[in-house]
């Protein structure tokens, strides 16, 4: 069974510091990794994917890729208290049989708290 | 573009009581996916439709059936419903061309008594 490991939290940070949020994963064949944003009581929405080693920017996000580490992270600058959510890594499954090339496995979420 | 619809929002079934829960998506995406999400869980896969006329096992399939319709819909039944099936489901949609990103429906509130 694939894994994907992040730290449950909450993760509490003022707004306008830098929050961090990280995921490691199982497979070291993984290629392609998504962050998702959950807002309480809503469905996760992509708000970045990544599939090259370094950094990846997106205005206030910065995504992080190490493959030889299987580590990825999120960043996100000037923090918010909009940005307070659940923060969902997911992992796209690679060299399976079939149609399991299509599934992502998702770590269970990191808890974001941005306190004003 | 609406992007992923289910229905309904929220259900209350009696265990024991079938029900199908129904997803379309508008984006002519090739896979069709329906998770639940429980506290303390995260999200785990039930059955998967990597393409119009197949579908796969999950993680967690036993209780449930689907049938990808056609292209757009999805759906997923319980033929009887049990207690330990209280969850939120959300359904997904990807395509290759667009590097297997998944895009979630709203999700669907069951709770079974």
């Known amino acids: 069974q694939k894994e994907v490991e992040q730290n449950s939290g909450p993760l509490s940070v003022p707004e306008g510091a830098i929050a961090s949020l990280n995921c490691t994963y199982s497979?070291?064949?993984?290629?392609?990794f998504f962050w998702y944003r959950q807002y309480s009581g809503k469905s996760p929405e992509l708000i970045m994917s990544?599939?090259?080693?370094g950094d990846k920017e997106d205005g206030r996000f910065t995504a992080q890729l190490n493959k030889a580490s299987q580590y990825v992270s999120l960043l996100i600058r000037d923090s918010q208290p909009s940005d307070s959510a659940t923060y969902l890594c997911?992992?796209?499954?690679?060299?399976?049989?079939?149609?399991?090339?299509?599934?992502?496995?998702f770590g269970k979420g990191t808890l974001l708290t941005v306190n004003p | 573009n609406a992007g992923v619809t289910q229905t309904p929002k929220f259900q209350v079934l009696k265990t024991g009581q079938s029900m199908t829960l129904q997803c379309a998506q508008d984006?002519?995406?090739?896979?069709m996916y329906w998770y639940r999400q429980d506290p303390g869980m995260g999200l785990r896969l039930i059955y998967y439709?990597?393409?119009?006329?197949?579908?796969d096992k999950g993680e967690v399939p036993n209780g449930y059936n689907v049938s990808r319709l056609n292209k757009r819909e999805f759906s997923l039944r319980l033929e009887s419903a049990a207690p330990s099936q209280t969850s939120v489901y959300f359904c997904?949609?990807?395509?290759?061309?667009?590097?297997?990103?998944?895009?979630f429906g709203p999700g669907t509130r069951l709770t079974v008594t």
């Open positions: 997904a949609s990807s395509d290759p061309g667009l590097n297997y990103e998944q895009y």
């Open positions: 497979d070291r064949g993984s290629q392609s």
């Open positions: 990544i599939y090259s080693n």
């Open positions: 997911a992992v796209k499954e690679e060299g399976g049989s079939g149609g399991s090339n299509y599934k992502l496995t």
């Open positions: 984006m002519n995406h090739n896979s």
């Open positions: 439709s990597a393409s119009e006329g197949t579908t």
